[in-house]
T-cell receptor, first 113, second 114 residues
């Protein structure tokens, strides 16, 4: 089974802090994704990466950046956290075959105070 | 642009009964894939079922089946013999053919009542 691990289940940060959310997958998947989940809005794509050092903006990239230095690891960075970034963040990975299902981690619930 | 609409924010069903969750989508694409994901309280998103748009036959996975109406752009999920473990958020999602990322609906919270 694919395992996608997010390093923190809960995180509390202060406004203005730089925040790193880490995600690791163990299936040698090329594709990795960061989604944000909010009540009433579903999941929205922030960034995705289809290879090491490659990244593509999703639907809501503003205020976020990403890093993919190794194939198994995909980091989401909040350069200066704001209260409107309080949310659930979900990482996912998939094989390079088109239209493969995504495999998700357990999510990180981030609170920015 | 793709949109996915789930018009039922919450639903409930008695244990052992059948329930249908609705999903509609809007796209100009002819080649695409549709998914239902389940998110239990543990927060782990789990793939329930997948449907290729070019297949007329509705996908089935054990107690889970879909009613895919391509012309109506409708993709409902039927859960038969509901179990307490089916209590979860259910998300409908769209993937364009030849792509890798998903567009999600807003979700339906399903509660199975003992």
């Amino acid at each position: 089974d694919v395992k996608v691990t997010q390093s923190s289940r809960y995180l509390v940060k202060r406004t203005g802090e730089k925040v790193f959310l880490e995600c690791v997958q163990d299936m040698d998947h090329e594709n990795m994704f960061w989604y944000r989940q909010d009540p009433g809005l579903g999941l929205r794509l922030i960034y995705f990466s289809y290879d090491v050092k490659m990244k593509e903006k999703g639907d809501i990239p503003e205020g976020y950046s990403v890093s993919r230095e190794k194939k198994e690891r995909f980091s989401l960075i909040l350069e200066s956290a704001s209260t409107n970034q309080t949310s659930m963040y979900l990482c996912a990975s998939s094989s390079p075959d088109y239209n493969s299902p995504l495999h998700f981690g357990n999510g990180t619930r981030l609170t920015v105070t | 642009a793709q949109t996915v609409t789930q018009s039922q924010p919450e639903m409930s069903v008695q244990e052992a009964e059948t329930v249908t969750l609705s999903c509609t989508y809007d796209t100009s694409e002819n080649n695409y894939y549709l998914f239902w994901y389940k998110q239990p309280p543990s927060r782990q998103m789990i793939l329930v079922i997948r449907q290729e748009a070019y297949k007329q036959q509705n996908a089935t996975e054990n107690r889970f089946s879909v009613n895919f109406q391509k012309a109506a752009k409708s993709f409902s999920l039927k859960i038969s013999d509901s179990q307490l473990g089916d209590t979860a958020m259910y998300f409908c999602a769209f993937m364009r053919g030849g792509a890798n990322n998903l567009f999600f609906g807003t979700g339906t919270r399903l509660t199975v009542i003992p």
